[in-house]
C-alpha cells in the first residue's frame, strides 16, 4: 500500500459543469475525510466517513457538492454546477483513530473553475 | 473553519538557525498536531501530543502544549533549507476530525 491516492491531480473545468474527485484511503483505514484548501489557508474540514457512514458534514458544503463512500473503501466528491469559487485544493486524508494517531493525506486535486 | 492563529503568518531565517511557531485554539482538545506541507502538495504529520502532555520532542523538533493558554508551539532546531515548507497545526476534540490553523510560511536560506 503506497499511501493515500487522489485522482486527478489536476481539473480544470468551464463554470456550470460538474466535477468528480476520487480518494482510494489506505486499506485498513476505516476513517477518511475530505478537506478543502485555498490560497495561503488551512485546510477547511468538509466531509467525513467512518466506513461507509457519512458522520458529518460541514456548512461550508453547499447541496451542490455530494460524497459517497459506497462500499467503505474509495470514496468520490462530486461538484455539481461548479462556481469560480470552488477553485481550490481538495484534500482527502484517512486515518484510523484521529485521537491516538495522525491522518494520512493524499497529494490533493486542484481544481480550476474558468 | 479554522480552529485558530498561528503566529507568524511567515518566517524567514539562516540554515543552523532555530524556527519557532505559534498556534492558538479555541475549544477544548484530544490532542493537537502539527503538519507540514511543501508547496502544493498534500499534508505530512510531523508530530502528536495530548491534551495531558506538556512537551514531547522527535528529532529536530520539539513541541509543547498549554491547555490552560490554548496554545501550542513547534520549535525547529538546527534548520535545514529542506525544512522550507508551510507549518499547520491541528486540533482533534470531541468531533473526530482535524481541525486546522491558518499556518505558517517558514522559509530558510542557504
Known amino acids: 500500500d503506497t499511501g493515500v491516492s487522489q485522482d486527478p491531480r489536476h481539473k480544470i473545468t468551464k463554470r456550470g459543469q460538474n466535477v468528480t474527485f476520487r480518494c482510494d484511503p489506505i486499506s485498513e483505514h476505516n476513517r477518511l475525510y475530505w478537506y478543502r484548501q485555498t490560497l495561503g489557508q488551512g485546510p477547511e474540514f468538509l466531509t467525513y466517513?467512518?466506513?461507509?457512514?457519512?458522520?458529518?458534514k460541514s456548512r461550508l458544503l453547499s447541496d451542490r457538492f455530494s460524497a459517497e463512500r459506497p462500499k467503505g473503501s474509495f470514496s468520490t466528491l462530486e461538484i455539481q454546477r461548479t462556481e469560480q469559487g470552488d477553485s481550490a485544493m481538495y484534500l482527502c486524508?484517512?486515518?484510523?483513530?484521529?485521537?491516538?494517531?495522525?491522518?494520512?493525506f493524499g497529494q490533493g486535486t486542484r481544481l480550476t473553475v474558468v | 473553519s479554522q480552529q485558530g492563529e498561528e503566529d507568524p503568518q511567515a518566517l524567514s531565517i539562516q540554515e543552523g538557525e532555530n524556527a519557532t511557531m505559534n498556534c492558538s485554539y479555541k475549544?477544548?482538545?484530544?490532542?493537537l498536531q502539527w503538519y507540514r506541507q511543501n508547496s502544493g502538495r498534500g499534508l505530512v504529520h510531523l508530530i502528536l501530543?495530548?491534551?495531558?502532555?506538556r512537551e514531547k520532542h522527535s528529532g529536530r523538533l520539539r513541541v509543547t502544549l498549554d491547555t490552560s493558554k490554548k496554545s501550542s508551539s513547534l520549535l525547529i532546531t538546527a534548520s535545514r533549507a529542506a525544512d522550507t515548507a508551510s507549518y499547520f497545526c491541528a486540533t482533534v476534540g470531541g468531533g473526530n476530525k482535524l481541525t486546522f490553523g491558518t499556518g505558517t510560511q517558514l522559509k530558510v536560506e542557504l
Open positions: 501530543i495530548r491534551s495531558n502532555e
Open positions: 475549544t477544548s482538545i484530544n490532542n
Open positions: 466517513f467512518q466506513n461507509e457512514a457519512q458522520l458529518e
Open positions: 486524508a484517512s486515518s484510523i483513530q484521529l485521537e491516538n494517531t495522525e491522518a494520512f
